[in-house]
């Protein structure tokens, strides 16, 4: 399904220009994914631990041939860092890279950068466009659709 006209901005909208130039099979917001979301400020009733967590729904912005998710970030909040952090815990093994319009500071302090901080995930990131070799990994994948690692159930 694609929505076209219709992204959140428009580094969104450069990506998908980039990846239909290129000729690569790309959906926008193809499928959704339940996660476990870490909770803050809260313990269980039952046991009184205070890791608690709920459901929650991530929906990553594309997919490039069959497997490969990319989440395209110009500006990356601490919240949205938390929960891209939530997602790939619980689900290990999931395909998810990270595209960034620039590579900011995460904090004023200017410590970490987006790069520093999904290379500290072990993902895969680039800075300002889809790199070459992803868009030529996308195509041999096309057609060999893989399965869904461990928790990355799509959401009904």
């Known amino acids: ?23 690569v099979k790309v959906e926008y917001e193809p499928e959704t994914f339940e996660y476990q979301r870490r909770t803050r400020q809260t313990y269980c009733r039952q046991c009184g631990s205070k890791s608690t967590y709920q459901r929650a729904r991530y929906t990553p912005d594309f997919r490039i041939g069959d497997g490969i998710y990319i989440e395209a970030k110009g500006y990356l909040k601490a919240e949205n860092r938390a929960k891209m952090e939530d997602f790939l815990s619980s689900n290990d093994g999931f395909d998810l890279r990270f595209v960034f319009g620039a590579d900011n500071w995460t904090t004023r302090k200017r410590i970490k950068k987006y790069s520093d901080w999904a290379a500290a995930l072990g993902v895969k990131w680039a800075i300002g466009s889809v790199p ?7 195509k041999r994948t096309a057609g060999k659709r893989r399965s869904l690692p461990g928790n990355a159930n799509p959401a009904k």
């Open 1 to 23: 399904m694609t929505r076209a006209g219709k992204f959140a901005s428009k580094f969104e909208q450069r990506i998908w220009d980039q990846l239909k130039k290129a000729k």
């Open 132 to 138: 070459d070799d992803w868009i030529e990994e996308s």
